[in-house]
């Protein structure tokens, strides 16, 4: 859907879902997901449907991604850090489930 | 013991730093005057000169080629940027704090942010909202797969990702930002499939006799965009009507009909704009009154000449004087050089207001007039396409919580027939976007089915307007200590310490009242 204008610059190593990845310093959390073609960043919580981000600049919301183990972050506006930890969401989370990564 | 009230943190806090924000700021510190700006992103400009900064410094190939593709309207931002920058430096009057969102604003001047994990109020004298503007919500059916874009995020990621779209490219909607883009992509060597316009040849005949001369820049330069996309042998089409994108688990095809027939195209990314209206989410949430914009079928803050907003609310919630200025596109569509000159018209009322000078120049207010004098002419040449019609039943109307048209319609039948009691029935407008995205239709579909008039309703707005994790509420800092009672487990009889040096009678209620944080 997107490929790159240049190279990636000053690069900074994130994971996401474990897997590592390299972004330009000053990229974006949704940047980086959808430079590496990732085919949806969360499932929504009502009926599972796959959702990528939609406008970028922080209104929609459906960039929202885990990020070092806070839920529920905006992609759009995150920017990208060295050894940061990003999971896609899996629709609703369990209620219970012990959430400190 | 007495509680005073908060001492203000700045004579000005703005919120926003894109064309109009940035203006403001430079001309209050120029003044003199303290101002505190938050920003939602990591650099100032806004979305317009987002990332400009970084890519004026970029030397490569593909930077240049980028800059060169944004073209010179997207450059025109560094000189007010370096102002700007000149100002945000220690001590230099503004207190620059970027990557910063705000979730709530009182009429008082009291504004909520929250950077990282971290949260808490800031007072100003006064305050100017100049957040900007969103691209219309356009629900179509299949808007929510993935490979379905706005225009402008594609733009963003352009200027803050240096990425383009590979693959089967379709545009759809209408307004500049749509034939600008198609142009920028052009220049970066990315052809799209198809230029579905919705507007109509009609509309620009219709439209020509706004013109005005202040118009002929922007037509010719229009022209321009239109000439070269045919050049580039890029298929335009105009008058499309009722878009559809079609998918399992992202976009694979789109259809829509163009004279009649109904057409279908493969397609990997469709690129969707319906025009820009002003955010109203700050501003809502404020309890500004707010207009109903009908030719750009938007709502609008209800402002002053100088962006002067006035509280909605009922005497009860707050009584005092409104503080509150809302200038650039969050006031009116117009663009960054209106917004620029708003910014001007908005700082002068601004410092009239805090006892230093005369309120907004002539020469300031004219300034925003001329720049302003294009809009009636755009406005008719490219009225809402992709929202124009509401959407049929089966079409999703609130992303968040997935409800659709049809789901809407049924709840207003059955009696939800006001805003408040809709979104509390149907969860529609509860999700993370909080209405952004739903809100307009939500309303446009109560009027229809209630057969109402004038403007439509929103719903009341509540802080916070955007989520804060549950650490940074606890950890708030800023509190009004007037308006503030910390209460601790201790505080609960069952769990009262036996004894210790912290309880008994002397434990008196004052303690329990949080001490403003610094």
Redesign the interface.
Known sequence: ???????I?DPVTLFVDGQAMSA?A???V??CL??AGM??NRL?P??G??????????????C?VEIDG?G?RQA??T?VREGMRVRRQAGAPPALEGSVP | MTLNAPLPDADVVIVGCGPSGMMAAVTLAEAGRSVIVLDMQPCPGGQIFRNLEANLCDASPAGQSLLAALGPAYRAGADLIRRFRAFSGACSGIDYRPQTTVWEVRPDGTVGWLQGMNAGYVRGRQVLLAHGAMERPLPFPGWTLPGVMTAGAVQTLLKAGRLKPSGRVVLAGTGPLLLLLANQLHQLGVKPALMGRTDRFSDAVRAARHLRLGGVLPLVKGLGWLGRLKLAGVETVTGLETLAAHGKDGVESVSFTVGGKRRTLPCDLLIVHDGIVPAIDIPNAAGLRLQWDGPNASWRPQTTVDGLGSSSLPPELYAGPCVLRVTGDARKIGGAEAAMAHGVVAAQAILAALDHGMGPSRAALRAVGKALSVRPFLDAAFPPGLARALPGDETIVCRCEELTAGDLRAKIRSGFRNMDALRGETRCGMGPCQGRSCMVTAARLLEDETSAAGCPPTCRGRPPIRPIPLGAVARLSGLDPRATIRLTLEDKPENAPESGPESGPEHGAEDMVDAPAH
């Open positions: 859907m997107f490929s790159d204008l240049g190279p610059r330009s000053g990229d974006s949704a940047v959808l430079r085919s949806y929504t009502v009926s449907a796959p959702r990528l981000p939609y406008c970028m600049i922080g209104h929609c919301f459906e929202l806070i529920n759009c506006l920017v």
